[in-house]
């Protein structure tokens, strides 16, 4: 069984999957498992054939298209059956650095979940626009603000979780999608009083492909912050 599992999540990321997976293979002792949501640019085709030659990478064929958060969900689900110690989440658009992937490894030894954060020694974001960067940064602190927790970058999708650790926050159970997914997660971690570690990462954004930032997914990450708040307060968490 692998040491560690890496979640990848993909819709139409055909020509950044094919670079992401060997840079990951080579950078840390593990397993891949992509969760492709019915890319119509073939990306499922491109995994499966790289699936067909390592026996390190894994398929996962999402159906219907749902969005990040049951997308990862699955892959959580599927990466449980290969028991590994740690199971690790990332973009795949190559703009989380998968050199940092033995690091996180290595801090997950002594905490429950690792968070690869863009804003906990300043900001190091690259090339993204002004107005998304001022979005995300401020959005984070309306997000410790209200909740109170005390994570500098919960919008980040680079994590590194303690098996143990993600199975105890009843992942089946989170409701959110897109930023507000991680948001949930992070804060059901924190709750539930597991150790969490903020290390730093150079953001670089995407210079293949689109996007999946919508209107829909930043009112969700507005709202789900209260949601969250009223919850824990009556213990429904």
Known sequence: MPQTVVVIPTYNERENIRRLVPVVLR???????????ESPDGTAVVVEEMAASDPRVHLVRHSPKMGIGPAYKEGFRYAFTLQPEFIVQMDADLSHPPEMLPRFVELAKEADVVLGSRYVRGITVVNWPIERLLISYFGNAYVRLITRMPVRDATGGYKCWRREALA??????????????????????????????????VFVDRDVGDSKMSKRIGLEALWIVWWLKLSDLLGRL
């Not at 948001?183 to 709750?191: G, K, L, P, V």
């Open 27 to 37: 950078a840390v002792d593990c397993h891949v498992v992509v969760v492709d949501d």
């Open 168 to 201: 105890a926050i009843g992942t089946e159970h989170v409701r959110s999608n897109g930023y507000a997914f991680q948001i949930e997660t992070s804060f059901r971690a924190w709750r539930h009083g597991f150790r969490m570690r903020e290390e730093p990462i």
